[in-house]
């Protein structure tokens, strides 16, 4: 069926380098995408989105990079700090029915080392 | 306010008692959420309210039954669940219909089945 995974389960990287973390995804009805930042113990929390009439998005400190044509999105982490260590989702929203379905990516442990 | 409040944080219960989770917003969000997660997996969408009624069935075990009761509140009860139902329950909320907009969640409920 559809999916949307990732392409590395780990990323370790020094303070203060620049981080990247890729996502594959396979619907193409996928019009909406997410990156959530979870630490242990915790909700998803939202980082940053991108809607498919777009291929890049600037937040703080954060980039999301979308090619539709490859079907793959990545998020660009600058100048990475120890609180950026937490597991990250794509999630690709897509209309369902009456609703939308919000279906998440296998995650990547990024590992932030001092 | 953007807060999703979920109680209770933990929970343990046998096989043969019946509880329930709560989730609570006041966004003026129309569109609930509830999502499983089991440790060092993604979320896995369960249930979907759509102005308060179900959208979306995950082809979820009956012993797990969702409640929208009003547009705020979501409730999941449970009732002779298996120790293989043990995880976080996570509840999140969006604004709705086909609004393509992000989901924000609540901080789960982290559930042990003795």
């Known amino acids: 069926g559809e999916s949307v995974g990732l392409h590395l389960p780990t990323l370790s990287v020094q303070e203060g380098d620049n981080s990247i973390i890729n996502c594959a995804y396979s619907n193409s009805a996928s019009d909406y995408f997410i990156w959530y930042k979870q630490e242990s113990g915790k909700g998803p929390q939202f980082i940053i989105d991108i809607r498919s009439n777009m291929d890049k998005r600037q937040g703080q400190r954060v980039t999301v990079l979308l090619n539709k044509t490859v079907k793959h999105l990545s998020l660009q982490i600058a100048a990475t700090q120890p609180g950026d260590s937490a597991v990250y989702f794509c999630a690709e929203n897509i209309p369902s029915g009456s609703a939308r379905q919000l279906t998440f990516g296998s995650g990547t442990q990024l590992t932030v080392l001092p | 306010d953007t807060e999703v409040t979920q109680t209770p944080k933990h929970l343990v219960m046998g096989m043969t008692n019946k509880k329930s989770l709560k989730c609570e917003q006041h966004m003026g969000h129309r569109a609930m959420y509830w999502y499983k997660q089991k440790a060092k997996k993604p979320p896995e969408l369960m249930f979907v309210y759509s102005y308060e009624k179900l959208s979306i069935n995950e082809s979820v075990p009956s012993r797990f039954s969702p409640e929208c009761p009003n547009s705020s509140l979501l409730n999941l009860h449970l009732h002779a669940l298996q120790p293989e139902d043990s995880a976080l329950y996570l509840c999140?909320?969006?604004?709705?219909?086909?609004?393509?907009?992000?989901?924000?969640f609540g901080q789960g409920t982290r559930l042990t089945v003795v």
């Open positions: 999140a909320s969006s604004q709705g219909g086909q609004m393509n907009t992000e989901a924000f």
